[in-house]
T-cell receptor, first 115, second 113 residues
Framework: NAGVTQTPKFRVLKTGQSMTLLCAQD?????MYWYRQDPGMGLRLIHY???????AKGEVPDGYNVSRLKKQNFLLGLESAAPSQTSVYFC??????????????FGPGTRLTVL | KQEVTQIPAALSVPEGENLVLNCSFT??????LQWFRQDPGKGLTSLLL?????REQTSGRLNASLDKSSGRSTLYIAASQPGDSATYLC????????????FGTGTRLTIIP
């Protein structure tokens, strides 16, 4: 049982390049989330999904797209990376059984640097 | 807009001491509050979750309290150990728009052996 895994762990991009971050969970969770963590700002929600085939915007969605084609996977895409997107990205998942009471399980993070 | 504050940003205490970490939030209309632990280079691990109707939750040496009316929560760690060294974050879930957790910026705790 791996929990929540993220690929890659580290990445360096040049401005304007694109990339996709992959999140996978093996807990059969309905809900999945993408956050970014920046110094002095806490974690902020980028996008989330309440089930396979669904996505919704979070607090800071601009510059990112997501897809949830399979229940266990949640992809975060950067179409044209900007230095402001340098951050640590965390994926999380949670059960629908008790959505408002259950905790979120986090992956180990992806450290992205955009030059 | 909900804002969550954790002061101090960093704290060092000798091993064996009891300590309290603080979390304050501006909007008292919350559904629940969680405390997380984050080790360097790692993701977040949930420690305790307190529902808005509860006053406290305990797990081992950890005790979290919630005073919703004053917008405050504390995390009490008893008999601190070097393995407790980590960053501790609190997060609140709002009544409206429940999909969103608002996080504080954390307190980096160092336990000195």
């Amino acid at each position: 049982n791996a929990g929540v895994t993220q690929t890659p762990k580290f990445r360096v991009l040049k401005t304007g390049q694109s990339m996709t971050l992959l999140c996978a969970q093996d807990m059969n969770h309905e809900y999945m989330y993408w956050y970014r963590q920046d110094p002095g700002m806490g974690l902020r929600l980028i996008h989330y999904s309440v089930g396979e085939g669904t996505t919704a915007k979070g607090e800071v969605p601009d510059g990112y797209n997501v897809s949830r084609l399979k229940k266990q996977n949640f992809l975060l895409g950067l179409e044209s990376a900007a230095p402001s997107q340098t951050s640590v990205y965390f994926c999380a998942s949670s059960s629908d059984a008790a959505f408002y009471t259950d905790t979120q399980y986090f992956g180990p993070g992806t450290r992205l640097t955009v030059l | 807009k909900q804002e969550v504050t954790q002061i101090p940003a960093a704290l060092s205490v000798p091993e064996g001491e009891n300590l309290v970490l603080n979390c304050s939030f501006t909007d008292s209309a919350i559904y629940n509050l969680q405390w997380f632990r984050q080790d360097p280079g790692k993701g977040l691990t949930s420690l305790l979750l307190i529902q808005s109707s509860q006053r406290e939750q305990t797990s081992g040496r950890l005790n979290a309290s919630l005073d919703k009316s004053s917008g405050r929560s504390t995390l009490y760690i008893a008999a601190s150990q070097p393995g407790d060294s980590a960053t501790y974050l609190c997060a609140v879930r709002a009544n409206f728009g429940n999909e969103k957790l608002t996080f504080g910026t954390g307190t980096r705790l160092t336990i000195i052996p």
